[in-house]
């Protein structure tokens, strides 16, 4: 939308639309005192929950004359737009923001701040509620269009999430040296070719080419700038406790999803007891089953609900259990009781793709070459092999129908000989 600056000057000629939005702002000191940060907030929500559109700051919307932000303002004026995007709009919205010179009717030139405000895979709420917006004004919702717009959405990202445009994502966000290991010798020789028919990059309904969401999840270094949350928070405590006084080791474990499942497993396996006993030789009893931390950490990974992008997988390890939390509830063709028995999958490029990913991790004592197992026996082997080792099977459940919670309990330690 409106690719060059000529472009963008010929739309502002014309005015406001269902797709451009004209701001002046002014000033107090060094804050920007109008317009208000909640009716701005409703601004940008409502853009991003009807279509993709432009906001241009430094712009009479009456008169269409370029007024421009003075230089000594630019970064007040970023500031100002990126927290109003992080703080008073739920989930957060990710803009493009960008600082243009102008050359003005006058001769004389200008600075304008550009934000590009994508049609947002959520619905967002700002301050007011939640707005969409007709023609060139923002409207707060009618309950039946509300509705159907969670419902519209709500499928998206049901059935095809992962497939979704990332349109805030550049893209040479996507490293190359991630995305190589996907290659195959039938594979197109052309880069961008590869990606599109991998879906690591994809076409957005204006026709951008952008990532996808799964193609930031498996090919960009960082993918929560893009995807907030999508990484591992993992956390150890002194006995049974969720308290941060007995907090002994955490680190929140970021990078593309392969890396995370194995620095995960690191994370296990370094902060796990192992027991050793003689029967007579020496024989090691670790506190948890590391084929079945595998398979958690991957399912977890590879089946959480990516769109609640206010969760994380949290990883909490005690005394005597190992917890991992997951977002988003089960398929709805499925339950608890099903889980050992039945596959379905939320994230179908997703699993395809961790399915083509060779296993990171030079210890892995299981028997497959890849992170995902097509088979369906991840979690028959966190069941039964986490029953070997401590005589109790894990235990899945629903918390509040919106996070799936697992937890494998620990070996209890051999008695001593008295």
């Excluded at 639309?17 to 920007?32: F, I, M, T």
């Excluded at 619905?123 to 060139?136: A, E």
């Excluded at 269009?145 to 349109?167: C, G, N």
């Excluded at 204006?206 to 956390?235: H, T």
Aim: proline share 6%; with cysteine.
């Amino acid at each position: 939308m409106f690719k060059t600056t000529d472009e963008l000057l010929k739309q502002i000629r014309l005015g406001e639309d269902s797709s451009l939005e004209l701001k002046n702002l002014e000033y107090k000191g060094n804050q920007v005192n109008n317009p208000h940060r909640n009716s701005m907030a409703d601004e940008l929500a409502a853009m991003a929950n009807t279509a993709n559109g432009v906001f241009v700051l430094g712009v009479d919307d009456k008169s269409r004359t370029i007024v421009g932000i003075p230089e000594d303002k630019l970064d007040v004026v970023e500031t100002w737009v990126r927290e109003i995007c992080n703080d008073l709009i739920n989930p957060r919205l990710f803009c493009r923001i960008r600082k243009i010179p102008v050359i003005t009717e006058e001769d004389v030139e200008r600075v304008i701040v550009r934000v590009d405000v994508p049609k947002s895979l959520y619905v967002h709420k700002s301050p007011g509620g939640y707005y969409h917006r007709i023609g060139s004004s923002k409207r707060e919702m009618a309950p039946d269009v509300l509705a159907r717009l969670f419902q519209q959405r709500s499928q998206a990202r049901i059935i095809r999430f992962d497939e979704q445009s990332v349109t805030t994502a550049p893209r040479d966000c996507l490293d190359k040296a991630l995305w190589e290991k996907f290659k195959t010798p039938l594979s197109p020789e052309d880069d961008e070719e590869f990606l599109l028919k991998l879906k690591l990059l994809t076409q957005d309904e204006d026709g951008k080419i952008c990532p996808s969401v799964s193609g930031i999840l498996m090919a960009c270094r960082q993918p929560q700038d893009f995807l907030a949350n999508a990484f591992i928070q993992a956390v150890v405590y002194r006995g049974t406790e969720r308290n941060a006084a007995y907090q002994q080791d955490a680190r929140d474990i970021t990078g593309p999803l392969d890396e995370q499942i194995a620095e995960a497993y690191k994370f296990v396996e370094k902060n796990m007891n192992v027991y050793a006993i003689k029967e007579p030789a020496r024989h090691d009893i670790p506190q948890y089953d590391m084929k079945a931390v595998f398979e958690a950490l991957v399912n977890a990974v590879a089946h959480r609900d990516y769109a609640i992008q206010s969760s994380k997988i949290r990883l909490h390890i005690f005394s005597n259990r190992f917890e991992i939390f997951s977002p988003g509830t089960i398929p709805n063709t499925m339950t608890l009781e099903s889980l050992s028995l039945r596959q379905a999958t939320r994230n179908e490029l997703l699993t395809s793709l961790l399915a083509r990913c060779p296993i990171p991790l030079a210890n892995y004592s299981g028997s497959r070459s890849f992170l995902m197992d097509k088979r369906g026996e991840g979690v028959p082997i966190i069941l039964s092999e986490s029953k070997k080792l401590s005589g109790r099977y894990p235990k899945y459940q629903l918390i509040d129908d919106t996070e799936l919670l697992l937890t494998i309990f620990a070996a209890q330690p051999p008695l001593e000989e008295g």
